[in-house]
């Protein structure tokens, strides 16, 4: 049996997770000298508390090895294979971590590490499609050949009510140029080569904003794989979240719709307010 894992980061509800038999690796946010594991011990909403009231973003770092091996060792013993998915390696040393703690089983053989290049449910649908090939019977090396095909073709954006949080980590060089313009310009801001950038500028009302991002990427979405789709938020209102998806559900093209809330990882990076919808594009 191939076991699915994946780090935090991929963003995937409590539901799809039972769903697939995912399991998940937590990543870590400190907030100065109090360290807390992603998912599990402290939300979004607490973070942001933090982060105004201190002027300042979390720090986030990579899983443990031991959290990683807690994990992975029961299902080696079983004699059971492993295929695990982390946040690009270039935002994050995890996928390091992983590796060694292949290694430190001696398990590199039964053990494929996967750098998604990704973030959020960019990770996430890598995640759901492995997953989905291990339920058929494929082969660790036949799932990995599929993923690898598909890793480029992940089409990971989103749009940032503020840019203070994105600002203050550091994690995109190009919102720096931005933050002396005027009030109400929200970046859209895109995943590439591992790497975040803002690739295009809006101005307005974050709700006005959120759909025409969305629009924007209809001819990209009419030219994906049709079996589902992310909208991924930090905290946007119910009804810009039900606008964006009576939406997608207007194109008629979509088998699945999914709707998750990011982690408190990648909202602490990002902030509140943050909107994306990710999917896997044809070419």
Not at 106 to 126: A, F, Q
Not at 230 to 244: C, L, N, P, Q, R
């Amino acid at each position: 049996m191939i076991k699915i894992f994946t780090d935090s980061t991929a963003d995937l509800s409590k539901e799809l997770l039972e769903r697939y038999n995912i399991t998940v690796v937590p990543l870590h946010i400190c907030l100065f000298d109090k360290e807390y594991r992603d998912g599990l011990e402290i939300t979004p909403e607490e973070i942001y508390k933090w982060a105004d009231e201190n002027n300042t973003t979390p720090k986030t770092s990579a899983i443990s090895p031991e959290d990683c091996e807690k994990l992975f060792k029961p299902v080696i013993d079983a004699g059971d294979e492993i295929i695990v998915f982390s946040i690009s390696s270039q935002m994050s040393t995890t996928n390091n971590v992983m590796k060694l703690v292949a290694a430190n089983l001696n398990s590199e053989d039964k053990i494929s590490v996967i750098d998604s290049e990704n973030l959020s449910t960019g990770i996430g649908l890598l995640v759901i499609e492995a997953a989905v090939l291990a339920s058929r019977g494929e082969s660790r090396a036949d799932i990995v050949r599929r993923i690898e095909e598909l890793r480029p073709m992940v089409r990971a954006s989103f749009v940032v009510d503020t840019l203070v949080y994105l600002h203050r980590g550091g994690r995109c060089s190009s919102v720096a140029a931005m933050m002396g313009s005027m009030l109400k310009l929200h970046p859209r801001i895109v995943v590439k080569d591992g790497a975040m950038l803002a690739d295009k500028k809006y101005r307005g009302k974050i709700s006005t904003v959120i759909m025409d991002y969305a629009k924007d990427l209809e001819p990209l979405m009419l030219n994906s794989y049709k079996d589902r789709v992310f909208i991924t938020h930090s905290g946007a209102s119910d009804e810009d979240v039900a606008k964006v998806k009576a939406y997608l559900e207007s194109l008629d093209y979509f088998k699945e719709i999914y709707i998750t809330r990011a982690g408190s990882v990648v909202s602490s990076h990002c902030g509140p307010g943050t909107l994306g919808v990710l999917f896997i594009a044809k070419g």
